[in-house]
C-alpha cells in the first residue's frame, strides 16, 4: 500500500523509493530473485487480494481481520494512532473521544479504522474513501475528531489554526509483511527475514534515510 510515510510521494511514475521499498529490495537480493513493485492506493483492495494470486509479499499493518488471510511476519516498525480535534474542543484525553454523540472522521478499512471498530462503544465513525476526503469531512461537516496516523495528523494540523492533537494515542499501528495464509515456507522465511534485519539495525537506518519522522523500529523505545 502506498503510506506516505513508507514509500515516498513525488517520485517519478514507476518509481518507488522509502522504508518499504528499501525492505522489498533486500528481500529480493536476498532471494536472488526479480522484483515487481504492485502498488495499491488503499489497503482494503491490497488485503482483499491476499488469496488471488495478485501479489506474493504485501507491506502492509497488521491486524487480526486481515490475518484471516494473511500470514504476517512480526512488526518491523510501529507508528501511533491518535486524534485531531478543533478549536475549542471539549475533548482533552484519548478516553473522552468513546462518548455518545462524538463523530469521528477516519478513512474506511485504514488498520486504526478496523482497530476503533472493534474497540469503539459510543462514539460513531464517519468513513471516507481517501486521507483528503477525512480530512474535508473533519472540516466541513464540523465532525468532533479525526483519527489518523499522528506523523500525518501533524500534517493536517498545520492546516487548521488551534487545533489540536491529543496527547498519547489509542493504539501503535504494526507495520509488517505479510504472505498468504497457506504459504506456510513463505511465512517462517518473512518472520526470520524481519527479525534479522530489525537486529542488524537495517530497518532504523531506512527511518533515517528517508527521514520520516514519527515512526519506530517495532519493539523500540519512542
Avoid at 9 to 36: C, F, H, M
Avoid at 49 to 69: C, H, I, S
Avoid at 83 to 111: M, T
Avoid at 127 to 149: H, I, K, Q, Y
Wanted: proline share 6%; aromatic share 8%.
Amino acid at each position: 500500500m502506498l503510506n506516505i510515510l513508507l514509500v515516498k510521494p513525488n517520485t517519478a511514475p514507476g518509481v518507488y523509493e522509502g522504508i518499504a521499498p528499501d525492505l522489498a529490495r533486500a528481500l529480493a537480493s536476498e532471494l536472488d530473485v526479480n522484483l515487481q513493485f504492485v502498488p495499491y492506493a488503499k489497503p482494503g483492495p491490497l488485503a482483499d487480494a491476499a488469496d488471488q494470486g495478485a501479489w506474493d509479499v504485501a507491506f502492509l499493518a497488521d491486524d487480526p481481520t486481515r490475518a484471516k488471510t494473511i500470514a504476517f511476519s512480526p512488526a518491523y516498525l510501529e507508528i501511533v494512532a491518535s486524534y485531531l480535534v478543533p478549536s475549542g474542543s471539549a475533548l482533552r484525553h484519548i478516553e473522552d473521544v468513546d462518548s455518545a454523540g462524538v463523530r469521528i472522521a477516519i478513512v474506511k478499512n485504514s488498520a486504526y479504522y478496523l482497530y476503533l471498530q472493534r474497540n469503539l462503544r459510543n462514539a460513531e465513525l464517519v468513513g471516507a474513501n481517501s486521507p483528503e476526503e477525512c480530512f474535508r469531512f473533519f472540516v466541513d461537516e464540523g465532525l468532533d475528531a479525526m483519527a489518523g496516523l499522528k506523523p500525518l495528523l501533524i500534517i493536517d494540523q498545520g492546516k487548521l489554526p488551534e487545533s489540536t492533537i491529543l496527547p498519547g494515542g489509542f493504539t501503535r499501528i504494526q507495520q509488517a509483511v505479510g504472505t498468504a495464509r497457506n504459504n506456510e515456507a513463505g511465512a517462517a522465511y518473512l518472520f526470520a527475514f524481519v527479525q534479522r534485519l530489525k537486529e542488524s539495525g537495517f530497518v532504523q537506518q531506512a527511518i533515517d534515510t528517508h527521514a520520516v519522522k514519527g515512526v519506530n523500529v517495532a519493539g523500540g523505545s519512542t
